[in-house]
């Protein structure tokens, strides 16, 4: 929506860049922030967590917003900077963003920290005992593929993905995990298992390998793409360099998964068609979240289901 000469941001030359201060990390909302490196090296208090709770809502809703409504929440805010006591500080872009962060937070309607410190206690507990009874589970599984399994070898696919969970787990640790680079590493470190399914079952390590770079060649080309989707679905400019770069990388990983075992041939087409499908996708209209989900689901099986059918018919 245009505005029109008369609005608080044109009016006012020290606010002409707001929106784009606005747009980027709510930093402000952290009170006497200190530099990263200090806090790196910190245990970090409850406050600290809530207060990386609030950066993050308030981040990923600026994402969803276009240009202009970005503005528009600006001139919200200095208008009612404005209207405080005459004595008030002078109008700065840092100012006008604190205020931005709290109205985003009244729309949001984000728990106080009160409230977000007692469900936080809550649920850290349930997940505590949940944790629990997943690692004794785990354990017995693993026990059983251990003496089951044909290969002892097994467990080393496992150890190579244990630094991409990792990471992972530090962006997640970091309210981050929303970022290209958990969600990516995360997922790979996941499809290890498909690598360690066929060497427990008596398959040849190349095959076991080659498994594993299809599915990882899946997620390379999906995540971006997904990641685009959503930020042409909430109207943002989108660029298509995460896509491309993904889909390149992709096609290189699939040809590796071929060369490491020529039955996954069929397996490694399935990808080129699903970055053909994904491309198309892009060139149309963007759908639901909900449409955008199972077709990424049905994609994902055509992957499987072909990589399956050319290891068999081999």
């Given at each position: 929506?245009?505005?029109?000469?008369?609005?608080?941001?044109?009016?006012?030359?020290?606010?002409?860049?707001?929106?784009?201060?606005?747009?980027?990390?709510?930093?402000?909302?952290?009170?006497?922030?200190?530099?990263?490196?200090?806090?790196?090296?910190?245990?970090?208090?409850?406050?600290?967590e809530y207060e990386e709770f609030?950066?993050?809502?308030?981040?990923?809703?600026?994402?969803?917003?276009?240009?202009?409504?970005?503005?528009?929440?600006?001139?919200?805010?200095?208008?009612?900077?404005?209207?405080?006591?005459?004595?008030?500080?002078?109008?700065?872009?840092?100012?006008?963003?604190?205020?931005?962060?709290?109205?985003?937070?009244?729309?949001?309607?984000?728990?106080?920290?009160?409230?977000?410190?007692?469900?936080?206690?809550?649920?850290?507990?349930?997940?505590?005992?949940?944790?629990?009874?997943?690692?004794?589970?785990?354990?017995?599984?693993?026990?059983?593929?251990?003496?089951?399994?044909?290969?002892?070898?097994?467990?080393?696919?496992?150890?190579?993905?244990?630094?991409?969970?990792?990471?992972?787990?530090?962006?997640?640790?970091?309210?981050?995990?929303?970022?290209?680079?958990?969600?990516?590493?995360?997922?790979?470190?996941?499809?290890?298992?498909?690598?360690?399914?066929?060497?427990?079952?008596?398959?040849?390590?190349?095959?076991?390998?080659?498994?594993?770079?299809?599915?990882?060649?899946?997620?390379?080309?999906?995540?971006?793409?997904?990641?685009h989707e959503i930020g042409r679905?909430?109207?943002?400019?989108?660029?298509?360099?995460?896509?491309?770069v993904g889909d390149v990388a992709?096609?290189?990983?699939?040809?590796?998964?071929?060369?490491?075992?020529?039955?996954?041939?069929?397996?490694?087409?399935?990808?080129?068609?699903?970055?053909?499908?994904?491309?198309?996708?892009?060139?149309?209209?963007?759908?639901?979240?909900?449409?955008?989900?199972?077709?990424?689901?049905?994609?994902?099986?055509?992957?499987?289901?072909?990589?399956?059918?050319?290891?068999?018919?081999?």
């Amino acid at each position: 929506m245009p505005h029109p000469d008369n609005s608080p941001l044109t009016t006012s030359p020290d606010l002409g860049t707001v929106a784009r201060v606005a747009a980027g990390p709510a930093v402000s909302m952290l009170p006497n922030p200190q530099p990263a490196r200090r806090i790196a090296v910190k245990a970090r208090s409850l406050k600290q967590e809530y207060e990386e709770f609030l950066l993050q809502r308030i981040e990923e809703f600026k994402d969803q917003l276009a240009r202009d409504e970005l503005l528009a929440i600006a001139d919200e805010a200095v208008r009612e900077l404005e209207m405080g006591p005459e004595d008030q500080l002078v109008l700065t872009e840092v100012l006008v963003l604190e205020h931005v962060d709290r109205l985003i937070t009244r729309r949001l309607n984000l728990p106080s920290y009160r409230r977000w410190r007692d469900r936080h206690v809550e649920r850290t507990a349930l997940a505590t005992r949940v944790a629990a009874v997943e690692l004794v589970l785990l354990a017995i599984l693993v026990a059983g593929a251990a003496m089951l399994a044909e290969d002892g070898s097994w467990w080393i696919p496992a150890v190579v993905a244990v630094p991409m969970l990792v990471l992972a787990l530090w962006y997640d640790m970091r309210s981050r995990s929303r970022r290209l680079v958990p969600e990516l590493t995360g997922s790979i470190a996941i499809a290890s298992v498909a690598a360690m399914g066929a060497v427990a079952g008596g398959e040849a390590w190349p095959l076991a390998t080659g498994l594993w770079l299809v599915l990882g060649a899946r997620i390379l080309t999906s995540i971006p793409h997904v990641r685009h989707e959503i930020g042409r679905l909430h109207g943002r400019a989108a660029s298509r360099g995460e896509p491309t770069v993904g889909d390149v990388a992709a096609i290189a990983v699939a040809a590796a998964a071929v060369v490491m075992d020529g039955s996954l041939l069929l397996g490694s087409v399935a990808i080129l068609g699903v970055i053909v499908v994904q491309r198309i996708a892009a060139a149309r209209p963007p759908v639901r979240a909900r449409l955008l989900g199972a077709r990424q689901m049905a994609l994902g099986l055509a992957v499987v289901a072909a990589t399956a059918a050319g290891t068999w018919l081999a």
